[in-house]
């Protein structure tokens, strides 16, 4: 009867403490929902009365700390447009997906910007156009569902858009190392539309993306002393960005450019009586309305 009791007296101990732990997550996830509402509000508040969205104030990466009862929330709001959208390098629709070669052309300016070789720049754009495209048909250096079938263990291409910019680590030609050298440097949005580049919230580091844009009219020294030539309040207008660059830049490059934020990236870290938890979700500012969710994961963007 004692070993019983002791048995008995066990289970129930274990039965309160996953009890007491499944309430303790289920209350940090909605701290953490409610991190969504606060980043809504910010990016209402940046969108100022001109239309456009600059770094006054501090906020881009700047982590921001909630106390809250049993615990601490932690609130860090990104730009998400000074990137490369990696789904930019195909154009058509589902199922009929085929090379873009404005994208790709970008993509090989990147990619040399950060100092990769020609021949890498070509090879890895190809495998990533032949990863999304829907053909079987690998482009000069590129890779299609036979050249990853092969390898161990097998796999194929996906046919579509990415999801996650983690993916090029499945992709030929990306290894590890070129991994982290392009990551803080590309993303995958929802669309294959060319990466709305504000210049507006460009940091000196995102000067390979300035590079990219002008296909390498501006070196990367360059872009970073048009970025530091910005006035304080950010440009008013396209034209007087353009007189702030000496390389001229043809008008496609000039409709790519913008002066507000579209894709804002949010990452929360909640504590909370014991239970901690990640949130990371992308959020679209869309002129046209509120600000939209497109996508939440319960842990990192990685």
């Known amino acids: ?20 732990n499944a309430q303790a997550l289920a209350q940090a996830q909605w701290y953490a929902l409610g991190s969504e509402e606060l980043a809504r509000t910010r990016i209402r508040q940046l969108e ?5 969205t600059t770094l006054e104030g501090g906020w881009n990466g700047r982590p921001f700390v909630f106390p809250i009862d049993g615990g601490v929330m932690r609130v860090r709001l990104d730009d998400a447009s000074a990137c490369f959208n990696l789904n930019s390098v195909v154009e058509g629709a589902a199922g009929q997906w085929s090379r873009r070669e404005t994208g790709a052309r970008q993509y090989i300016a990147l990619l040399r ?3 990769f070789t020609p021949e890498q720049a070509n090879a890895m754009t190809d495998a990533l156009v032949d990863w999304i495209d829907s053909d079987q048909m690998p482009g ?3 890779a299609e569902d036979a050249a990853y079938a092969s390898r161990g263990p ?4 996906s046919g579509t858009l990415l999801a996650e910019a983690s993916e090029l680590r499945a992709i030929a030609g990306h290894d590890a190392a070129s991994y982290a050298r392009l990551r803080p440097h590309v993303c995958a949005h929802p669309d294959n539309a060319l990466s709305p580049l504000n210049i507006n919230t460009l940091e000196a580091e995102d000067a390979v993306m300035l590079a990219m844009v002008s296909d390498l009219a501006l070196d990367p020294a360059a872009a ?3 970025i530091a030539a910005r006035p304080a309040g950010g440009w008013r207008d396209l034209a007087v960005f353009s007189q702030a660059v000496v390389a001229p830049l043809p008008d496609h490059v000039l409709q790519q450019l913008r002066l507000r934020t579209r894709y804002f990236a949010l990452h929360t870290e909640v504590e909370y009586d014991g239970a901690e938890l990640v949130l990371s979700a992308l959020l679209d500012s ?17």
């Open 224 to 226: 970073r002393r048009v």
């Open 140 to 142: 000069a250096a590129g």
């Open 48 to 52: 100022r009365g001109d239309g456009r």
């Open 154 to 157: 097998g796999y194929r291409t």
């Open 286 to 302: 869309d002129s046209h309305g509120p600000v939209r969710l497109l996508a939440r994961r319960w842990t990192h963007d990685e």
């Open 1 to 20: 009867m004692t070993v019983l009791l002791v048995s008995v007296m066990d289970d129930i101990r274990f039965g309160l403490r996953r009890t007491g």
């Open 113 to 115: 910007a950060l100092e």
